[in-house]
C-alpha cells in the first residue's frame, strides 16, 4: 500500500570567514532559519520593503561534516531502496555554494567524500548483511548539458559508440534514457571506478564565482534488484535511487561569464527555471496539468518529482552578505519543494520462471489430495493425467459405435475425457464433410459463381441456359451441377466429351490469369508451400557455402603460433611519413575504427542534409505566413472601409477573408511541426557531431600509439608486444620499453593497504582512485609520445 508523504527538505550553509551573523539566525530546533535585511534609507521615509522571512525546513546543515550530512539526508534513503523503494536526491543552489561538494565530495581525502560514494558504501554493506537475498546492483550516470544527454560512462573500452543516440522515452512503466549504458557492478571498488570515470568526463569550467564550476546537471542512477534464495518465492523487488547534481544558477553580473560559459549559464538558468515551475505546479493541488517535458531535466525526473519516490531536497546557500538574494530565492525554492507530495510504493514484480515451478508444485500436490479424495469415493481407476494415443483412439471408437447405434451410452469419468468426446464428435463430423465433398467432386465439376472466367467458359460449351443459371440450379445460389444443358442432344456422347475438355481447358486458363475456384483451393495452398519451399532449400545452400567458405578460410589462415607469422616486412632504416604511415594504418590496424568514423561521417552529413531541405522548408511556410497575414491585414483594411456587419455583436467577414484565417491556421500548424522536426534534427546533428569528434581522437591515438611502436621501440623488444604477450600496444611509453624492471605500483598497493588511516573501509575508494590516475597518466604519456621523438 502507497501513502502520501511530504518531500524533505534541508539546507546545508557553507563554512565562510565572512558569515553575516546579524542577518542570518538559526533557530534552536535546528529546523529554521531566519533572515533579516536592513532597509534600504535611499526609499524614503514610507518604505514597505520586507525585510524579515522566517523558513521552516526539515533541517538545517550548518558547520557540519559530510558523515553528519549523509547521516541526516541520505541514510535512510537508502536504506529504503533495499526494501523495493525508489529514491531521488536532489542537491540545488547557487554556484560555488557546495553542490557538488554534498553530493561527489573530493578524491583526495576518503573522509570529506560525499553522498554518492557514501550511499555505494551502503548498498555493498546491506547486500552482505542480507544473505537470504541474491541482490544484483547496476549503475548508470547521465550529463544533461546545454539540453543534449550524453553518457559519462561511454568512454569505457567496452561500451563503444552508443547505436542510437540518448533520448528520454516514456512508457506505462514510467521514464526511461533510451541509449544510457548500464553497468553490472559485484563489488564496491567496481561501483567507484565506473563513479571516478564519470566524474572525469563532466564538463566543468571556470568564473568569478568558482574555479570548478560545474557546467552540467548530472544524474547517477543506482538500480538495485532483489530475488529471495527461497525457491518457493516468486516475488522480487526492484528500486533505483536518483543522485541529481544540478548546475548552479548564477547571475551573470557577478559571474562575468563569457562565450562559451556564457551561453551554458544561460542553458542552466533556463533548465532551472523550468524546474521551479514543474516544483509550483506540483505543489497546487488545483493544477491538472504539470509541464515536466519544457526542458531535459524535468523530463528525466518526472519520476522523481512527485511520483514513487522518496525525494529528499538538500538546498546549499552562501552565508555571507554579499550573496544574500541568492540566499532567499534557493530558501524559497525549497519551501516550494516541501509542498510537492510522493506516493512511494514497493516495486513488486514476479519471477516467471519461479512462477512455473511453484505451480507445477502446487499441480502436483493437488493430484494427490484428488487421488486420495478418489480412493475414499471408491474410484481407484481414475487418472487425472493427460491422455495419450491410445486412450484417444479408445474414445474415438466409442464414438464411432455410438454414432452407429451399436453403443447405447459413452461413460463418464472425468473432465478430460469428457473434453476429448467432443473434440472426436468434431473429428467425426470433419471426416464426413470431407467424404461427402470428395465424392461429389469425383461425380460432378464445381463452378464458382464469381469466376467469370469459368462462366464464360461454361456458356461457350453450352452448359448454361439463356437465363444465365446453371443446369440443376433452382435457388440462383451456391453451386451448380454441369449434367448436360437443355438444348444438348442426346446420343452425341463424343461431343458432349469434348465439351468438358475444353471447359476444363478454359477453367485452366483462367486460373492462370488470376481467376479462381473452389475447387482450385487445395491446389493453390500446395503450389504456395511448393514456392515457399524453394527458397528456403536456396537459403540453405547459401549458408552452407558461407559456412564452407569460413571452414575453407580457416583452413588457409595461418593460426598465429605460426611460424610463417615471424615473416614480416623488415623495418624501413627511416620511418615513413606519418602521412603514408597513416593510409597505412586506416587499412590495417584501424580499419575498424576507420570504418566507424566514415559511417558516422556519413549519418551526420545526411543529418545535415536533412536539417538544410527542412530549414528551406520552414522559411517557405514563414514567407507564406507573412504573405497570408499581408492579404489578411489588406482584406481586413478593406472591411473597414466599407463599413462593417455584426450580427447578435460579431462582426461578419466575407469568404476571402474567412478562408485566408484557415490558410494562416494550417500554415501555422505546418510551421511548429517543420520547427519541432528541424530542432530534433538539430539534437540529432550536435550529437553525432560529438560522435565524429570522438572516433576522430580515438582514430588519431590509436595512431600514434602504431606508428611510435612499430618504428621507434627497438626490435628486440617487438617480440613483447605480439597478440599473445602480456603486454598490449600503448601500455608502455616508448621512453620507459627498454627499462621494464621492478613494478613500483604492486609495491604502492601493498603499502596502501598496510598503512591507510581511514583503515580497511577506504581500501575500494583508494583503488578506484589509483586505476583512474595510472589511466589518465597512461593518456597522457601517450599523447606525449610525439612531442618526445621530435625533440
Known amino acids: 500500500m502507497s501513502t502520501r508523504k511530504k518531500v524533505h527538505a534541508f539546507v546545508r550553509v557553507r563554512p565562510s570567514d565572512d558569515f553575516a551573523h546579524d542577518m542570518i539566525r ?64 536532489m542537491c540545488y543552489g547557487q554556484t560555488g555554494a557546495g553542490k557538488t561538494y554534498t553530493m561527489t565530495g573530493t578524491t583526495e581525502n576518503y573522509r570529506h567524500r560525499g553522498i ?75 561501483a567507484f571506478s565506473l563513479l571516478f570515470e564519470g566524474e572525469t568526463n563532466r564538463i566543468i569550467a571556470s568564473h568569478t564565482m568558482n574555479k570548478n564550476s560545474s557546467r552540467s546537471h548530472c544524474i547517477f542512477t543506482i538500480y538495485v534488484e532483489a530475488h529471495s534464495r527461497t525457491l518457493s518465492d516468486e516475488k522480487y523487488i526492484t528500486s533505483k535511487i536518483n543522485l541529481v547534481d544540478l548546475a548552479g544558477s548564477e547571475r551573470l553580473g557577478k559571474s562575468g561569464s563569457e562565450g562559451r560559459v556564457l551561453k551554458e549559464a544561460t542553458y542552466i538558468n533556463k533548465s532551472l527555471s523550468f524546474l521551479e515551475q514543474a516544483i509550483i505546479a506540483l505543489g497546487d493541488q488545483r493544477r491538472d496539468h504539470i509541464p515536466f517535458r519544457q526542458c531535459k531535466l524535468t523530463h528525466a525526473l518526472k519520476d522523481s518529482l512527485g511520483g514513487n519516490c522518496n525525494l529528499v531536497l538538500v538546498a546549499n546557500v552562501y552565508g555571507e552578505a554579499a550573496q544574500l ?3 532567499l530565492s534557493s530558501l524559497r525554492f525549497a519551501s516550494r519543494m516541501k509542498l510537492v507530495t ?116 461454361v456458356q461457350k460449351a453450352g452448359l448454361m441456359d439463356a437465363d444465365g443459371h446453371l443446369v440443376g440450379e433452382t435457388d440462383g445460389q451456391g453451386f451448380g451441377l454441369g449434367v448436360a444443358s437443355y438444348s444438348s442432344k442426346p446420343g452425341k456422347k463424343p461431343k458432349s ?97 576507420n570504418r566507424i568514423f566514415k559511417e558516422n561521417k556519413s549519418i551526420l552529413n545526411e543529418r545535415r542534409k536533412r536539417a538544410s531541405e527542412a530549414t528551406q522548408r520552414v522559411n517557405a511556410i514563414k514567407r507564406e505566413m507573412d504573405e497570408a497575414r499581408e492579404a489578411l491585414s489588406a482584406q481586413k483594411a478593406v472591411r473597414e472601409r466599407q463599413g462593417e456587419y455584426e450580427k447578435k455583436g460579431l462582426i461578419i467577414i466575407d469568404e476571402e477573408e474567412f478562408l485566408l484565417i484557415l490558410k494562416l491556421k494550417d500554415l501555422k500548424k505546418q510551421y511548429r511541426a517543420e520547427y519541432q522536426d528541424l530542432r530534433d534534427l538539430r539534437a540529432e546533428i550536435q550529437y553525432c557531431e560529438h560522435l565524429v569528434d570522438q572516433c576522430r581522437h580515438r582514430l588519431l591515438t590509436e595512431f600514434e600509439i602504431w606508428y611510435n611502436e612499430s618504428f621507434f621501440i627497438p626490435e628486440d623488444m617487438q617480440a613483447a608486444l605480439k597478440s599473445g604477450s602480456s603486454i598490449r600496444p600503448g601500455m608502455v611509453p ?40 595510472q589511466k589518465h597518466s597512461y593518456l597522457k604519456s601517450t599523447m606525449g609520445l610525439p612531442r618526445a621523438q621530435r625533440r
Do not use: C
Not at 389 to 406: C, K, M, N, W
Not at 567 to 580: D, I, N, W
Not at 743 to 771: C, H, M, R, T, W
Open 26 to 89: 538559526f533557530g534552536s530546533d535546528n529546523k529554521t532559519i531566519d533572515i533579516h535585511l536592513k532597509k534600504d534609507t535611499r526609499r524614503g521615509v514610507v518604505n514597505n520593503q520586507q525585510t524579515d522571512w522566517s523558513f521552516k525546513l526539515d533541517g538545517v546543515l550548518h558547520d557540519a561534516s559530510q558523515e553528519l550530512v549523509y547521516d541526516t539526508v541520505a541514510k535512510a534513503v537508502v536504506a529504503q531502496a533495499l526494501d523495493g523503494y525508489n529514491g531521488t536526491i
Open 497 to 593: 466429351r469434348r465439351m468438358w475438355k475444353e471447359q476444363f481447358s478454359a477453367s485452366a486458363t483462367a486460373r492462370k490469369e488470376g481467376g479462381s475456384s473452389p475447387m482450385s483451393g487445395k491446389d493453390v495452398e500446395a503450389s504456395t508451400s511448393k514456392t515457399q519451399l524453394a527458397p528456403l532449400s536456396k537459403d540453405v545452400d547459401v549458408k552452407d557455402m558461407v559456412l564452407r567458405d569460413r571452414e575453407t578460410s580457416n583452413i588457409d589462415t595461418l593460426p598465429p603460433d605460426s611460424p610463417k607469422e615471424d615473416l614480416r616486412p623488415p623495418r624501413p632504416v627511416t620511418p615513413p611519413s606519418k602521412a603514408v604511415a597513416f593510409e597505412d594504418f586506416k587499412n590495417e590496424r584501424g580499419s575498424e575504427i
Open 734 to 773: 616508448v621512453s620507459r620499453i627498454v627499462s621494464l624492471g621492478e613494478d613500483d605500483q604492486d609495491k604502492f598497493s601493498q603499502l596502501q593497504q598496510d598503512v591507510l588511516p581511514e583503515g580497511p573501509e577506504s581500501i575500494s575508494f583508494y583503488n578506484a582512485k589509483a586505476k583512474r590516475e
Open 116 to 190: 554518492l560514494p557514501r550511499a555505494l558504501q551502503q548498498v555493498f554493506r546491506m547486500i552482505e548483511e542480507r544473505p537470504s537475498h541474491a541482490i544484483t546492483v547496476r549503475v548508470s550516470y547521465l550529463e544533461i548539458y546545454n539540453e543534449s544527454l550524453f553518457d559519462l560512462l561511454s568512454t569505457l573500452p567496452y561500451v563503444g559508440p552508443a547505436a542510437t543516440p540518448v533520448a528520454i522515452s516514456e512508457n506505462p512503466q514510467g521514464v526511461f534514457i533510451k541509449g544510457l549504458s548500464v553497468h553490472l557492478t559485484s563489488q564496491e571498488e567496481d
Open 342 to 457: 510522493t506516493e512511494p510504493a514497493v516495486n513488486e514484480k514476479y519471477d516467471a520462471e519461479r512462477m512455473v515451478k511453484n505451480l507445477e508444485k502446487e499441480l502436483a500436490l493437488l493430484k494427490q489430495e484428488l487421488a486420495i479424495h478418489d480412493s475414499l469415493a471408491n474410484r481407484a481407476h481414475v487418472s487425472y493425467d493427460p491422455m495419450d494415443e491410445v486412450q484417444i483412439a479408445e474414445i474415438h471408437s466409442q464414438v464411432r459405435r455410438y454414432l452407429d447405434g451399436t453403443l447405447e451410452d459413452i461413460d463418464v469419468i472425468n473432465l478430460r475425457q469428457i473434453q476429448e468426446v467432443f473434440n472426436q464428435f468434431r473429428v467425426v463430423l470433419t471426416q464426413q464433410e470431407q467424404e461427402v465433398e470428395s465424392s461429389l467432386r469425383r461425380k460432378y465439376t464445381l463452378i464458382d459463381k464469381n469466376d467469370f472466367a469459368a462462366i464464360s467458359a
Open 325 to 327: 538574494d541568492e540566499t
